[in-house]
């Protein structure tokens, strides 16, 4: 089935894929985007270039390639009315297509206790979990940390925590930063109870899951694919499934930052098999939210 020749013929065979890793923004964020402040939003959207779309565009792009449901995140804000301006947007956006949006929300960046409190009522209106989350490093080097707080509530909520992670090493792009696996490793260890996702294949974590106590700190992790043709050789597909098995590799595009198409390609590329491939692209998905839901 993982025939790549005709893309049409490839679409119409598989129509019940889930995209873990997408982006949408409230429209005014869109149309004023030279005028948000916002340090985040600014280092990633301010070139008029880098590409934003609305919950219609996504719905729209999913038809067009034959995704069947998206996990749609928010950013991370260091402006509290921006983060919570675009988490109203993705909460509504999922009452309004609730057969194709999965809602995941954010917090501020430096945010507390009572910011996750405020968050987990939403976890009642079908929000499945926090991300992208970026976090900051100060709050991993303690484990009495707002972070931690979130980790136990999102636990005790069966929700999932999503979280943008970058390359400790490689070429730089907007976004790339030091929360890194060697930063993360501390607040993995205090949360395996946590379901994560580790986003961009966790920045690499997963190669270090040949060492036996990494293994068991990511047993309950999850690496999706996000913007993966830009960070990695196709390689990485069939690398990642010998190192933390096809079963917690989860399709993801970033979108809008790239199309579906574009990555499905990228893993048809790594000659994965294609039972692994039914996997990556949503039976995988599935049997998480299925999970969590
Ligand atoms: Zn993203």
Same mark, same amino acid.
């Given at each position: 089935?993982?025939?790549?020749?005709?893309? !049409?013929?490839?679409?119409?065979?598989?129509?019940?894929?889930?995209?873990? #890793?997408?982006?949408?923004?409230?429209?005014?964020?869109?149309? !004023?985007?030279?005028?948000?402040?916002?340090?985040?939003?600014?280092? +990633?959207?301010?070139?008029? $270039?880098? $590409?934003?779309?609305? &919950?219609?565009?996504?719905?729209? !792009? +999913?038809?067009?390639?034959?995704?069947?449901?998206?996990?749609?995140?928010?950013?991370?804000?260091?402006?509290?009315?921006?983060?919570?301006?675009?988490?109203?947007?993705?909460?509504?956006?999922?009452?309004?297509?609730?057969?194709?949006?999965?809602?995941?929300? /954010?917090?501020?960046?430096?945010?507390?206790?009572?910011?996750?409190?405020?968050?987990?009522?939403?976890?009642?209106?079908?929000?499945?979990?926090?991300?992208? *989350?970026?976090?900051?490093?100060?709050?991993?080097?303690? %484990?009495?940390?707002?972070? @931690?707080?979130?980790?136990?509530?999102?636990? @005790?909520?069966?929700?999932?925590?999503?979280?943008?992670?970058?390359?400790?090493?490689?070429? *730089?792009?907007?976004?790339?930063?030091?929360? /890194?696996?060697?930063?993360?490793?501390?607040?993995? /260890?205090?949360?395996?109870?946590?379901?994560?996702?580790?986003?961009?294949?966790?920045?690499?974590?997963?190669?270090?899951?040949?060492?036996?106590?990494?293994?068991?700190?990511?047993? !309950?992790?999850?690496?999706?694919?996000? &913007?993966? =043709?830009?960070?990695?050789?196709? %390689?990485?597909?069939?690398?990642?499934?010998?190192?933390?098995?096809? %079963?917690?590799?989860?399709?993801?595009? @970033?979108?809008?930052?790239?199309? =579906?198409?574009?990555?499905? @390609? #990228?893993?048809?590329?790594?000659?994965?098999?294609?039972? %692994?491939?039914?996997?990556?692209?949503?039976?995988?998905?599935? $049997?998480?939210?299925?999970?969590?839901?």
């Amino acid at each position: 089935m993982c025939v790549f020749s005709n893309w !049409n013929d490839f679409v119409c065979i598989i129509n019940n894929m889930i995209d873990f #890793h997408v982006h949408v923004f409230d429209p005014f964020f869109i149309n !004023n985007r030279d005028s948000i402040t916002d340090s985040f939003f600014e280092s +990633m959207y301010s070139d008029p $270039k880098a $590409k934003m779309a609305t &919950a219609d565009d996504l719905i729209a !792009n +999913m038809d067009e390639y034959g995704i069947e449901k998206a996990v749609v995140c928010n950013m991370t804000w260091r402006n509290d009315d921006y983060c919570n301006r675009n988490n109203y947007y993705i909460i509504n956006s999922a009452k309004e297509y609730p057969d194709r949006i999965i809602p995941l929300i /954010t917090l501020p960046y430096e945010f507390t206790q009572l910011d996750v409190q405020s968050s987990a009522v939403c976890f009642n209106l079908g929000v499945m979990g926090i991300g992208e *989350q970026r976090l900051p490093l100060h709050y991993l080097a303690s %484990d009495n940390s707002p972070v @931690d707080y979130l980790a136990s509530v999102l636990k @005790d909520a069966n929700r999932i925590l999503l979280l943008h992670v970058s390359e400790p090493v490689g070429h *730089q792009y907007p976004g790339k930063e030091k929360i /890194t696996p060697e930063a993360l490793y501390g607040f993995l /260890t205090r949360s395996v109870d946590t379901t994560k996702v580790l986003a961009h294949f966790g920045g690499g974590f997963g190669f270090y899951a040949l060492m036996k106590e990494v293994k068991q700190v990511l047993s !309950n992790c999850y690496f999706d694919t996000a &913007a993966t =043709p830009y960070l990695y050789e196709p %390689d990485i597909y069939n690398v990642m499934d010998k190192l933390v098995t096809s %079963d917690r590799i989860l399709f993801g595009t @970033d979108f809008p930052l790239m199309t =579906p198409k574009k990555v499905l @390609d #990228h893993i048809g590329k790594g000659s994965v098999s294609d039972e %692994d491939y039914k996997k990556i692209t949503h039976q995988n998905a599935k $049997k998480l939210l299925e999970r969590i839901g």
